[in-house]
């Protein structure tokens, strides 16, 4: 039994931390919002510089060819600082599905590129007026001798002006799904959407003709929904950990405050209204904790369905414990916990940001309850799903 | 009981709500409730706006008729502000002024400050704000440290006040300043001054909020000046007068409370059109168990200020139940707005002109987290309810 | 603007209050428990002499001719002692309903009886693995001659041992369903069910080829729905009373321990872990009492769809609130609270009794909806009610 | 990180569950669990199932080999304990003289007293209980005033102790009294006794519980007897030597959760095959919903309870971190029990021969409620974690 980031790991995350620290931690979110960029980049530069963007990828591509739990503490630490960007599609969902279903070529094109920090991936999946189920994709591809041709509209594509290629989620011709790598292009129509979290970049892409070539088909045809539903397993496992970081910080600044704010002549930490939010705040961080480890481990050890059930309620509970504390947070800082000035609204945007990304807590449970086989009865999914008493 | 308003009562809400009709500003009842994006443009429109409710008869209806009020009842009062959300009016940017300074002068004033102050208040010609809460004195209201040092015939007056609304845009300041340094209890030593904001000793620097708006501000006091004459009530009395000062706001938080009323009704109706994938969100059973919730706890919030409402009307003051409706609505608007976050999916997180349905439920959200601390936090609220009206022992260092 | 009970109903309720204090208040349910219903009977008893079984009936039926409002003290008072019986049931189902639809021979045979508190009613509606559906009822009444034939089950009957009388809901020949009265009759088949809630007697009624006179049906055919709905109105308006009697208890008790009991040198209601939770509980008595308060006054001064949305919220709410104080109670009383000897479990079992009663929460919210006018879309109702993502 | 258990680890768990399967009372494995419902019958059931633990070498496995024990690793300790959750084996009638007792004596015991009381332990022929709270000292466990006076060459002890825990079966008891009556702090001068309870001066009462059963005393003490030698560590120290003793409970709260998993297996077995109205409970989305949070949060506790061990295996001791666990397992226990109340609908009233599902679901529900109470309320458990684990400041009073 030996539950805990191993020496290698904690060592990762204190160099990490120190440089982030360094950079002003949520620094860089800041510049960001105010549309300073630039200062993202140079941090990005220097995690890339520390090999952050090398971890998961294969030593045949200039990776370091370590695994999922080995990115753990690098979303904490990022979650920490709410630090903008594309990181997590790219390390855990991009890489994951290239390493596995990636063409050579693919893999030589886009690895040893994104291990340098110099490629990045976001993910286009959603369309307008629909949410993230597959069936409601329209977005639709056509073969047209060694080009694919792509049309139709995704939107709240994450840095859809900083990505350097896009995995388009496209409807082909017999009605599949399958995946595609779209990379940038200055020809491609973005429309910027203006994100309630301002550290995140959002963006509507509209496909009209949009060639591309046959290689960049991710997988083969109509693997779409089999690929989509292995990323999402790495892309949650890595978003728990995100959320897990947040978290921390979140409980570091409330018990911080609680310790050195003093009304009515004690710390308000001292009133047990304050103590006690705080430790329930702690017992979420804990638990979320506990249940992303676990869901990154799975990755590395276990089968599926495992990895499934992990996954799903890793993300389900982070998902929803993030928002909490967040909010009591402000809460415990009244009146200062309110204004721009403090970082608290920066974790809490953030927290609703990802509140249904890829997903509601109520579909990763519903996917949960299938993973752990809490079947619903087939024949009576037919029925009426609410009766109501007294004949109404 | 008895729920059903009098012909008189009846006859008031007629007559304001033509007198409404006939009175917004332009375009306000078809929709267009734009305010001025310019700080100075809003201030003149909002004045003017109080300048015209005082013409109408309406700039400060509990008022005695000698001051220019209506000497209005209270179910009067209430049926005033149903009315004022029911249109969606203009805020009130005197608020302060009508509702505190102007009936605490108008009881306790001397002579000479009712002559000076009291009809530029409800014409709207001097703007008051509120210097009470400091950056170690917010819950704790006792321990504020700005100081007031008497220098010949001035009151030299020193510290920093935060959380000041229309602080920017104020003449005339309802300030709380320490003029006795080592009280035996710390409440005590306050005196209550009336400070003219337009002086090279008061700086105010807006407060940007998370919502990114800048509702309030910071209030610097570098030896601004206050005379004898400026002083309420009591030297060293300030904290009384304070407190008689808050039982002028007899209709408590009604004005919110509609607000919600309104907030909630908005919301059934923004649900009830609203489609994800082609499917009425209003379709799942969830949405409608939650939203029957809502119900019943917003109903029975407004119910229970009616039930406060009877005893203030029997008693003629409001007690300490008025925090239990304050708690109520403040923890109710902020979990429904954070329910309307919910409803609205990852699209949810589009804002301002991107927003799905539409950008006040994204700013109303983000808003609402003020209202559980604003006006005394939920946790103080939660001391006074078990203090005062269940008699339970008293906190620590109260 | 008058939202309070008038001076005569306080009065009435501070005599009630005399009476039951004097009687032992949970005493006679914690005899009753033990199975000595003496006492409970001398209660009834006295309560009628000071008028409770009285007040609603009207005048020519030998009662004070007084109305919902009025009944609302005493439910509280009955609430407060976890009182046993069917009066909610004779009260505020039976009598409203025998005043409106009962025959005149109907009337004159159980209402005089109720006045005087010689006639309790009971409610026989649940049938064996079956919820309270109406479209699920089975037990059959047909017609022979000048008598009506029952023949069917039900279960959970409030006080099958004790009433006087049965409401018993049934489907008649041509798939309506009606109410019938039926009396009490040593023959009839009776089976005791334990019930949790020990202060409340459970029967199971098997009618085997039951005849009653035609005489007893309660309406006429068909209407069974109508009355139920009707009946189910003044029935939960008075329940909620009831729970609001319960919650005020539960509030005073926790609020007296927590001023008495001292741990670490503290009254414990210094602590705000206690303090604030006792605090929300009197928040959700208050919320509950307005509530009650307005359902009741509802039903004698508002058109149907402003009751159901009153009583529906009304019931909804306290019935939650209860479990949820009576829970906290026994917290906040610490180790005694968790003792047969307290009162608080008598609260608790009482507040899940009345959890599902005549349908659950959930429930009275879908029947608020409706009567709000929340319209669920019709052409969308037979859509799959749970939509997954990625396709599953 | 790493789950997997070692080849020593997997053979412990064979040994342990074919023993198990051969020695397990009759008719066990296949169901039929009943314990006598006679007391006297109860415990000699209770003290044979320990009497053969011990002669199949299982009767305080993590005991020193020459007192019985075979030095058990934590993780085999934890593997005992899945194991007995896994048979549903009869409760542990000594886990008190196991757990705590006897290693505290094995570390800290006279000579004497290992002679006279270890063996006796691990046999079952004597059974400990514990005797700390008292009606005035629950939470705050340092403020007991049972007193031990000392007349020549016995010791008076005079008081009343509750909620002790198998204290009617008991022939010893783990006690604690003051011996000094004005201490700097209360939590000195309490000194830890070794009580015969089988003496004139020693009087049990049963306490009835909620749901009916009687698993608690209270102990009344009148001049019971007992002397020096009967001491654990020295006088006025028993504080400590109470601290020290909590430490040899290793495992924690394992047992609680291991059956916390089982009943959640259980729960969810019993749902799969549950119907109302001839519909499924399992189709209904807000059960699976309810389910699916369940489940993270229970396996969140487990998960915490491996992490927390992984560091009781680096530092050789549990820290603070156990209140997290415990604070976990008792709040989850009890919300469970709720919510399968509330799936069974009105028929859920129904109770013992007439429970709709199995009775376990009601007993259990009653029973949950001491959970959040019994070892540390949950308020004393989130003060420990606050003060301990995240550094806030301390309490009133402590």
Redesign the interface.
């Known amino acids: ?6 020496e290698d790991q904690e060592m990762f995350r204190s160099y990490l931390r120190k440089y982030l620290d360094k950079v002003g931690q949520t620094k860089v979110a800041r510049e960001f919002i105010k549309g300073n960029t630039n200062e993202f980049t140079v941090v990005m530069n220097g995690l890339a510089e520390l090999g952050a963007t090398a971890i998961n990828i294969p030593e045949e591509n200039e990776g370091l060819g370590l695994g999922a ?1 080995d990115l753990v503490p690098v979303f904490e630490e990022m979650g920490r600082v709410v630090l903008p960007g594309i990181y997590l599609e790219t390390m855990a969902f991009a890489v994951p599905l290239l390493e596995k279903y990636g063409t050579e070529e693919q893999k030589a094109k886009y690895l040893p590129d994104i291990a340098a920090g110099n490629k990045q991936l976001s993910l286009a999946w ?1 369309e307008p ?8 994709i329209e977005c639709a591809v056509k073969e047209e001798g060694e080009t694919l041709v792509i049309n139709g509209v995704k ?2 594509v994450p840095d859809a002006d900083f990505a350097d290629a896009f995995i388009v989620v496209v409807r082909n011709s017999n009605d599949g ?1 399958s995946l595609i790598l779209v990379d940038r292009d200055d020809e491609l129509s973005i429309r910027p ?5 301002e550290s ?1 970049h ?1 963006g509507e892409i509209t496909f009209d003709e949009w060639a591309v070539p046959k290689s960049q088909l991710l997988g083969s045809w109509n693997q779409g ?1 089999n690929l ?2 292995e990323g ?1 397993l790495y892309l949650n496992a890595g978003l728990s950990s995100l959320l897990v970081g947040g978290m921390e910080k979140v ?1 570091g600044m409330a ?1 911080e405050y ?2 050195i704010r ?6 308000i ?8 939010t ?3 705040m ?2 979420d961080l ?6 992303s ?2 869901a990154s ?1 799975t990755l590395e ?1 276990m089968d599926a369905e495992k990895q499934k ?2 996954v ?3 993300r ?2 982070a998902t929803e414990a993030f ?1 909490r504390l967040a ?1 009591e947070n ?2 415990i800082h ?2 200062i ?5 403090i970082d ?2 920066l974790f ?1 945007k953030r927290a ?2 990802y ?6 807590v ?9 993973a ?1 086989g ?4 087939e024949t ?2 037919n ?10 | 009981m008895d729920f059903s308003i009098s012909k008189q009562e009846e006859a008031f809400r007629q007559e304001l709500r033509t007198w409404l009709e006939e009175n917004l500003p332009e375009g306000w009842l078809q929709g267009n409730r734009e305010l001025p994006e310019d700080k100075a443009d809003y201030a003149v429109f909002l004045r003017k706006w109080q300048n015209t409710l005082y013409e109408g008869g309406w700039g400060a209806i509990s008022w005695p008729k000698e001051y220019g009020g209506r000497e209005a009842t209270l179910m009067e009062e209430i049926i005033f502000y149903q009315e004022m959300v029911r249109v969606q009016a203009p805020p009130l940017i005197n608020y302060i002024g009508i509702h505190m300074v102007g009936p605490t002068l108008i009881q306790s004033g001397t002579d000479e400050q009712k002559e000076k102050f009291i009809n530029k208040i409800i014409t709207g010609e001097e703007v008051w704000c509120q210097g009470y ?1 400091e950056p ?5 209201l006792a ?1 504020i440290q700005t100081s007031a040092e008497k220098k010949g015939d001035q009151w030299l007056i020193n510290g920093q006040k ?2 000041t609304s229309f602080g920017h845009l104020a003449d005339k300041c309802f300030l709380l300043a320490r003029t006795s340094t080592h009280p035996e209890k710390k409440h005590r030593g306050i005196t209550a001054f009336l400070l003219d904001m337009n002086q090279s000793g008061v700086e105010t620097k807006p ?4 919502d ?1 708006q800048q509702e309030f501000n910071e209030v610097y006091l570098t030896d601004a000046v206050a005379y004898d004459a400026d002083i309420v009530g009591e030297l060293d009395k300030g904290w009384r007068v304070m407190i008689a000062l808050m039982l002028h706001e007899r209709t408590g938080i009604g004005a919110e409370l509609f607000t919600l009323e309104k907030r909630f009704d908005d919301m059934v109706a923004a649900i009830k059109d609203y ?4 499917r009425p969100v209003m379709d799942d ?2 949405v409608r168990q939650k939203l029957a919730s809502f119900y019943a706890r917003f109903r029975g919030s407004l119910l229970n200020y009616y039930r406060n409402l009877t005893s203030t009307l029997k008693n003629g003051h409001p007690g300490p139940e008025s925090s239990i409706d304050k708690l109520a609505v403040s923890e109710l608007t902020k979990e429904m707005a ?1 329910f309307m ?2 409803l609205q ?10 927003a799905p349905i539409d950008p006040v439920w ?1 700013d109303e959200y ?1 808003f609402s ?2 209202q ?3 006006g005394g ?3 103080v609220q ?1 001391n006074t309810i078990g203090e005062r009206v269940l008699g339970l022992p008293k ?4």
Request: proline content about 1%; hydrophobic content about 40%; aromatic content about 10%.
């Open positions: 039994m030996d539950f805990a980031l191993n739990v959603l007026v629909k949410d993230y189920s597959l069936d409601q939107e709240l799904l959407q203006k994100c309630m979290d995140r959002l929904v989509l539903e999402i409980v018990t609680a310790n003093e009304q009515f002549g004690q710390p930490g001292r009133f047990q209204a304050i103590k006690h705080i430790v329930d702690k017992m804990e638990m979320a904790r506990s249940l480890y676990y481990w050890e059930a992990a799903y309620s890793a389900a509970f928002i909010s402000i809460q009244g009146g916990g309110f204004t721009e000035e608290c609204h809490l609703r940001f509140e249904h990304y890829l997903g509601s109520r579909d990763y449970n519903e996917l949960l309850a299938s752990l809490w079947n619903k009865n009576s999914k029925m009426k799903a609410e009766k109501v008493v007294h004949g109404q | 809460s170690n004195a917010g819950s704790d321990a935060v959380w407060i940007t909020q998370m990114g489609q994800i994938n082609g059973p969830s954070g976050m919910s999916g990852h699209r949810g997180m589009l804002w301002k002109e991107d994204q983000l987290f003020g559980t601390i604003g936090t939920s946790e939660r906190d620590m260092g109260r």
